[in-house]
Structure formats: C-alpha cells, structure tokens
C-alpha cells in the first residue's frame, strides 16, 4: 500500500509501519493500528525537543541566507538599472557632462549645448525624454503586475518571471542596438520598458522574499532592511563602472571621432546590468516558497477577492503608498537640483571622468544615512523610523531653503546639502519600503507592496516633471520649501494613515484571519493531520 499525502510526502510501507521522508530533511515514523490512519508522529532526524504538534507542515522553502542573497542581488539590480541610463547616453551622445540630462534620471531634455555633429549617435529631445520615463512606467507596471503574480502563483515563480523581463531588457539595450541612430534608440525604448517592467516586478518579491525567508525568531523587517541596503552599491556601481571605461579607453576617447568605442563603452554598460538579475534567478531557481506562503489555502490566493472581504485594507494601503508618493517626490524633485549644488562646491565639471566622481562622492555621502536606518530597525518599527525620517527630512530642507536665500557661502550650502542627502537616505528611504511588510497579511502582501512601490514611482514622475517649473517660478530656496510642506504632508499621513506596527521578531498573525475562516491555516498538526484524510491508497 502506498499512501501520498498533499502530493508532496514521499512512503513506503513495511508490515504494521509507514515511512514517511519529508523534502525538508525531517524522517517521521507513523505507526499504523486497526483504529486510526495516524495515530503517532515522531520525528527522527530533527530536535528532539519537537513536539508532535510541532511538526512542520512540507515546504520547500530556500535556507535563510538565500533569500538574503535574492534580495541583495536583486535590489542591486535595481537601482543599477535604473542609474545607468543616463551615463550611458552621456557617452552616447557626447553632450555636456556637467549637464543634468548626463547626470540625473530627473532631466529629459537634450543638453542645450548639444553638439550632433560630435555625437557617437545623436538624438532628438523626445527620444531622450522618453528612454529616461519609458523604465519608470515599465517600472509601474512592473510593481503592479507582479505583485498581484506574487500573491496568485507564489513569490518564486513571480521573481522567475519579473527577472526574465529584466534579463531581456538588459542585454537587449546592449545587444539589439544597431543600425541608425533612429533604430537604435527606438529599439532601446522597448528595452528600457521591458527592463523596467523587471526592475519594478523586484520591489514587492524581493523585499517580501526577504521577510518570509527570515528564520523564526529574527528581526524580520531589519532582516528585509538589510536586502535594501544594496540599492545604494548598485546606484553607486554604474558610475565605478563609467570610471574604469574611462580609464581603460582614454578620458577623451568617445563621441563620433571614437564610435567603435563609444559602442563598446554604453553596450558594456546596459548589458551589465542584467548579470545581478542573472545571479538572482540562480538562487530563486534553487529555492523555494516561504512556510508562510505555503500555509496559505489556494482559495485565498486571489489577493483581489481577498482585499474586496476587507475594506480594512485600503486605509493602510492609501498611507503606504502616499507616504512612499510624498517621499519620492521629494528625492527625485531635490535631484533635479542637485548639479546646481555641487558646482558651487566642486566646481563646473568639464569631462565626464569629473561628472562620474562626483556622481560616486554624492552617492557615497548617502551611505552613512542607510547604515544608520537599517541599524535603527532592530529597534524600531517601520512607522516610527518613517515619522522621525519625515521631521528630519522637512527640517534639512528647512534649513538648505534658508541658506540658499540668505545667499550662504558654499561651504555652510553644501554642509545643509550633505544634511539633506543623509535626511534623503535615512528614515523614508528605508522605512517605504519595510512598511509593507510589516503592516500586510501574507494573502495580499506583494500586491499590496506593489500599489504602494507603484505610487511611488508616480511621485518620482511628477517630481522629475515638475521641479523645473517650480525654480522657475519661485527660485530654488522656494523648491526647499516645497519640499519641505511635502516632508510635514508626508509625516501626518504616516501619523494618520499607517497602522501601529511591532517589530517583527515572531510571525506576524494575519490579521484577516479572524474574520475569514478560509484564511486561517490553522495549527500545524491539525493542518498535517487534515491532509491526510485526503490520502489516496493502492496495494
């Protein structure tokens, strides 16, 4: 007789005993009598403290330091992705290195000093205003699309699926980019979106990866905080990476007068990015799903019928996403103006070898206000980190508006910037994306860290697209005011609309469960033992 339960134990049967081997390395005697199917469970290979209703339920989840390795993979793959872009048209393009269109994803125009004639391949204002927007509405989708996947056919098969977007978008934008200028540049546009729609899909699977990977009894959020940490590195490494093309091919050596190495440079470039995402398919392909999601009944894995049973959803959801919509606003917008800043201080830059230090200097200046917020997490939760980050943020911005208008010297304006930069890469930075975690059941989890990853992004949008017209109508002290108003909107929506969180050192309990007998997994005895009157036998 042979006996299959839940279609994942593996038996064999001798007379009066069934073996049972577990996937995840745990042997169970079951000893068989006239009066009961399963009537003693004992482990053999496991802690011997184990009590019988104890015994975990099949899960084929990854060890926990693979899920920190997707993540950190991955989170650097998205924010190398999304930096290298315009580093890449400034070889391209050969235009002014010091301009923000080479500098920073928040400019879209052509550079004024614009010079077709030596450009490796020159283009027009549209196509490069829509190479830089196109991977932030891929970005969106992304975000949206899988997350909902996330939360219907599991984290695993969705990051499979989100990295193979990115994998095409990368080494498409290296690989498919010949001919004319004009079939070049619109083939990169599908690229782009394409990469984008990857990079956004690893918002939600990544960071919720992260936290359903943590061992029991850790600091889960701090856990997930962690994978963060490794956007900074990778929004550092495409300029680290400009720098030794720089150097290996001469700092002069692009533009049209140097095309076979200009078509090198920005190919190496793009198509670098997908060998993190490459690194992360690796680990997710030999992994698994998560105990958590894996106790979830198939029934409730339609996050939609899930979210319309609880209404109570959309409060929490309305102030993750607006709080991660204020503060992306605010970061992108201060981008914009970010050149205008280091040219006091450095002075105008006349190479792209200058343009690509500087860019490292800047970002490496936000590092020690990354470490600082991941660090706080073992502390505090998401929520607070978040409301302190906001205070701080308005005040920094406060106190630069201040100094640009009292016409400060340089040295007093790039110390307030420096401020900002930490205030930019504390608090929100961290907490926008740990917040969903913490504060969502596992049924709805990555589709609600997809709507609220998703508004954030159309913060950055508006920022980008409107900061421009906000200095030229009220000056740049009057962007560091605005920015500060949005900094003081930002913290009384995490006051009002963000729930209490703990910091996540036991499973979170779904709070939905209550409420809907289908959603709740119940004890891991009584789910073992339910599954097996589903047995099917022959002999």
Request: aromatic share 10%; hydrophobic share 45%; with cysteine.
């Amino acid at each position: 007789m042979s006996v299959v339960i839940n279609h994942h134990l593996v038996i064999r049967q001798d007379p009066g005993i069934v073996f049972v081997l577990l996937p995840n390395s745990i042997i169970a005697v079951v000893i068989e009598d006239e009066t009961t199917e399963l009537a003693v469970l004992r482990p053999l290979v496991s802690d011997p403290q184990m009590e019988a209703d104890e015994l975990p339920p099949h899960s084929t989840r990854a060890a926990p330091n693979t899920s920190v390795f997707i993540a950190a993979t991955s989170n650097v793959a998205i924010q190398y992705n999304f930096a290298v872009i315009a580093l890449a048209l400034a070889f391209m393009d050969n235009g002014d290195p010091n301009d923000a269109s080479c500098s920073s994803l928040s400019n879209v125009s052509v550079s004024p000093c614009y010079d077709a004639s030596k450009a490796a391949y020159p283009r027009t204002e549209v196509q490069s205003s829509l190479l830089r927007s196109l991977v932030f509405a891929g970005a969106i989708t992304g975000q949206l699309t899988m997350g909902i996947a996330g939360d219907m056919m599991g984290r695993r098969r969705a990051m499979l699926l989100t990295n193979s977007f990115s994998i095409i978008g990368a080494l498409g934008s290296a690989m498919l980019t010949w001919g004319a200028p004009s079939t070049i540049y619109g083939v990169m546009m599908i690229c782009r979106f394409l990469l984008g729609v990857g990079v956004g899909g690893k918002y939600p699977l990544a960071a919720t990866i992260s936290k359903e990977g943590s061992s029991s009894g850790s600091n889960k959020s701090y856990e997930v905080a962690k994978g963060f940490f490794w956007q900074t590195p990778g929004a550092v490494l495409p300029y680290v990476v400009g720098l030794l093309l720089l150097l290996g091919f001469g700092k002069d050596n692009f533009g049209a007068q140097h095309k076979a190495a200009t078509s090198f440079q920005f190919r190496f470039l793009l198509g670098l990015g997908a060998l993190p995402t490459i690194a992360s398919t690796l680990l997710t392909y030999h992994s698994g799903e998560s105990d958590e999601y894996a106790e979830v009944k198939p029934g409730s894995r339609n996050p939609f019928r899930v979210a319309a049973a609880h209404p109570e959803l959309l409060r929490p959801l309305a102030g993750c996403g607006l709080s991660w919509l204020l503060y992306d606003f605010v970061y992108y917008g201060t981008a914009f103006n970010q050149v205008a800043i280091t040219d006091s201080v450095f002075g105008k830059a006349d190479a792209l070898f200058d343009n690509c230090w500087q860019n490292i200097v800047l970002s490496g200046m936000g590092l020690p206000g990354v470490v600082s917020a991941v660090l706080l997490l073992k502390r505090w939760s998401s929520r607070k980190l978040q409301l302190f980050g906001f205070g701080f943020l308005a005040l920094a911005c406060t106190a630069l508006a201040t100094a640009v208008y009292a016409d400060a010297s340089n040295g007093v304006k790039f110390a307030a910037f420096a401020v900002l930069l930490f205030a930019l890469n504390w608090g929100m930075n961290v907490s926008t994306y740990t917040l969903p975690t913490e504060t969502f059941p596992t049924e709805v989890r990555t589709t609600m860290f997809g709507l609220s990853a998703g508004m954030g992004k159309v913060g950055a949008l508006v920022g980008s697209a409107s900061f421009e017209s906000i200095q030229n109508g009220v000056g740049l002290q009057g962007v560091y005011y605005v920015c500060a108003a949005f900094a003081v909107l930002g913290l009384l929506v995490t006051a009002w609309l963000c729930p209490h969180t703990h910091e996540a050192v036991e499973p979170d309990p779904s709070p939905i469960a209550p409420a809907d007998e289908s959603l709740n997994s119940g004890t891991r005895r009584t789910r073992l033992l339910n599954d097996s009157t589903a047995c099917s036998h022959s002999g």
